[in-house]
């Protein structure tokens, strides 16, 4: 009831509660200091109606400075450093008063008494406010409508993020942890600093609910196992992205995350900037094709570090489009790099064309694709004609154009494709791998790396939208495992790769180790506070409910056909070697392709895909009948390779 009361009281009501609070110590502080020095000859009556003939304009003076120096709108929270220096300057200001007015009005004030009465007025106001404090903490400590956080390390940082927690009213702030033993029972903005040895004891006795991590180079593997650790103690943990972030504008809680998308990994994430391939891009007229998806808007950033003369924005979706061109001439602007936003289909071959010789094109960064694996499956027929078609159109425009350098951005799913999705980017990268083969003054090379954690449709941000709306999570298989990295990381890669690309290179990324995504879904609901509901925990808060697998859908990706791989200039980019089909096969594989898709026919198209991309085998065809059409115009095919 008493925290209701409280958390219902208006910012004003609490402002004038504090004024009152003032007016009346000024009123105690100078009594306090006419007793203390009162002649021992006067009775106290005597000198208390002496004394009410003086207090009125100590009162006035006391009530007028605490609102001029701003002291009654001082959050409780907040009462440190500059609050206690305005408390010094009101008593020093009423000393002054209490002086004037005993010269003016002629009142036979016992000796140092001003001095007296500015000394307790300060200790006073003061010590309200510290006990106030104290008082509301321990009411909010002892209710659940608040959460208790402890920040991990006492840096700058941990500093600047308690500064900010004070001002929400969401949270308390219980004390700092650092593992720095000088730090060790020292107080810090009037909290505690707890020692990591302490750790569990300081959760107990502070009862708190939440730890956010308050060190922004410390690495994801120690990220990881600090956080394992305090989630045994049964906290939720996050982290803050960035000092600097504190004051960008942005919500505070927008900028506190569950520990998860580099953790997730189970290595270091590329952080460092590349400067080997900026000359590639410094200077030159960049188009980025899929320029407003998840990957194509981070290629956008960076290549714009890279202080290119022009960023060409090449994208299907006028939303898409709108929205990536408002965020690159903010970035651009200053940079002095032109952006030229353009609408359209890289099957339009006519409008590729146009754009390439118009925008006088140097590189080409081909980020544009249809991904979704059930969503290809179930439209073989336009997955094939953006995903194959839309790579020879754009590829060989670039070549006709002179581009000097074109990047392919593929997938693990073309390694072996169970889908149609993979099998699409497989055969994009034989297309791209024909054109290399041939003479050519534009460099060709293909860059392949698997799920990049946060993108549109991916796992993750799927999992956080099921975790918000209390579940269940859902799995297609238990067993199954993918390879993650960051969409930060994966641009950088892309980019430098390209840069190294000499013709006809298939690059790969190391991806480090797979993740297993019934782990990664059970993490996400521990970093989101909650627990998995289960046999073994019936009372648990989310439900893990397995699907079953997607049609097309494979346990485990690969990230090489072949075996036989070599080391480049930088450690994570892996040249590896890959078979392509000669250039008679290749065209005679897009020539029926796009006959099948003319037709409308998807068996036709499966049928064409399956025998450009041999180790592709067809899952999502429902009847055995349809399985044997596909086997016989793949055999049909074999016999006949008819030229372009």
Not at 98 to 123: K, N, T
Request: aromatic letters at 6%; glycine letters at 8%; charged letters at 20%.
């Amino acid at each position: 009831m008493v925290v209701k009361s409280i958390m219902s009281l208006s910012r004003g009501q609490k402002s004038l509660i504090l004024l009152a609070l003032d007016l009346w110590l000024v009123m105690v502080s100078y009594l306090a200091a006419m007793l203390l020095l009162h002649d021992s000859r006067l009775m106290p009556l005597v000198l208390l109606q002496d004394s009410l003939v003086q207090l009125p304009l100590p009162m006035l003076a006391g009530g007028v400075l605490s609102m001029c120096l701003g002291l009654s709108k001082i959050r409780l929270r907040e009462y440190e450093g500059g609050a206690v220096a305005r408390t010094a300057a009101l008593a020093a200001i009423l000393m002054g008063v209490a002086m004037v007015q005993a010269q003016l009005g002629q009142f036979a004030l016992p000796p140092g008494l001003p001095v007296v009465f500015a000394l307790i007025c300060f200790v006073s106001v003061y010590f309200s406010r510290i006990v106030l404090t104290g008082v509301l903490t321990q009411i909010y400590l002892r209710s659940p409508k608040f959460t208790r956080v402890a920040i991990y390390g006492a840096g700058r940082t941990g500093m600047a993020l308690a500064q900010e927690l004070r001002k929400s009213a969401d949270f308390v702030v219980c004390a700092f942890i650092d593992d720095n033993a000088a730090l060790g029972g020292m107080t810090l903005n009037s909290l505690p600093v707890v020692s990591g040895a302490q750790l569990p004891k300081a959760v107990a006795s502070h009862k708190i609910d939440r730890v956010i991590l308050a060190m922004p180079s410390l690495s994801p593997d120690k990220q990881t196992f600090m956080t394992q650790r305090l989630e045994k103690l049964g906290v939720q943990v996050q982290s803050l992205p960035a000092f600097a972030q504190l004051h960008g504008g942005a919500e505070l809680s927008d900028l506190l995350k569950p520990v998860g998308n580099a953790s997730l990994l189970s290595r270091d994430p590329l952080t460092e900037e590349l400067p080997e391939g900026f000359a590639a891009y410094f200077g030159r007229n960049v188009l980025i094709s899929g320029a407003g998806g998840s990957i194509g808007l981070e290629l956008c950033r960076q290549v714009i570090a890279c202080r290119p003369a022009m960023l060409v924005l090449f994208e299907l979706s006028e939303l898409a489009l709108y929205k990536a061109e408002a965020e690159m001439r903010v970035l651009a602007e200053p940079l002095g790099v032109e952006v030229v936003p353009v609408l359209g289909s890289i099957t339009d071959a006519v409008h590729v064309k146009q754009v390439l010789e118009t925008q006088a094109i140097d590189v080409v960064l081909h980020a544009a694709a249809y991904k979704h694996v059930p969503l290809v499956e179930m439209n073989a027929r336009v997955g094939l004609s953006n995903n194959t078609l839309g790579t020879a159109v754009l590829a060989r425009a670039a070549r006709d154009a002179g581009v000097m350098r074109f990047v392919l951005v593929s997938s693990d799913k073309a390694v072996r494709p169970g889908n149609l999705m993979g099998a699409s980017k497989r055969f994009a990268e034989l297309v791209v791998q024909d054109l290399a083969a041939r003479p050519s003054k534009t460099v060709f090379s293909i860059v392949r790396f698997g799920n990049v954690l946060g993108s549109s449709g991916s796992v993750v941000p799927l999992f956080r939208e099921q975790i918000a709306r209390g579940g269940p999570v859902t799995l297609t298989d238990e067993r199954v495992t993918r390879y993650f990295m960051t969409i930060q990381e994966a641009s950088k890669l892309v980019l430098l790769a390209g840069s190294l690309a000499e013709g006809g290179e298939v690059f790969m990324l190391d991806m480090g180790k797979p993740v297993r995504i019934g782990d990664l879904a059970r993490k996400m609901i521990k970093a989101s506070g909650y627990t998995v509901r289960d046999a073994a925990n019936p009372d648990g808060d989310i439900e893990i409910v397995t699907t079953g697998l997607r049609p097309g859908e494979k346990l485990h990706e690969e990230l090489m056909l072949c075996k036989g791989a070599r080391a480049t200039a930088h450690p994570k980019i892996i040249w590896v070697r890959e078979h392509h089909l000669s250039e008679l096969e290749t065209a005679a594989a897009l020539r029926d392709l796009r006959s099948a898709i003319d037709r409308g026919s998807e068996v036709d198209v499966i049928a064409t895909v399956a025998w450009a991309v041999p180790e592709y085998a067809p899952q999502s065809l429902p009847e055995e009948a349809l399985q044997c059409q596909v086997v016989e115009a793949r055999r049909a095919l074999a016999r006949n390779i008819p030229a372009e």
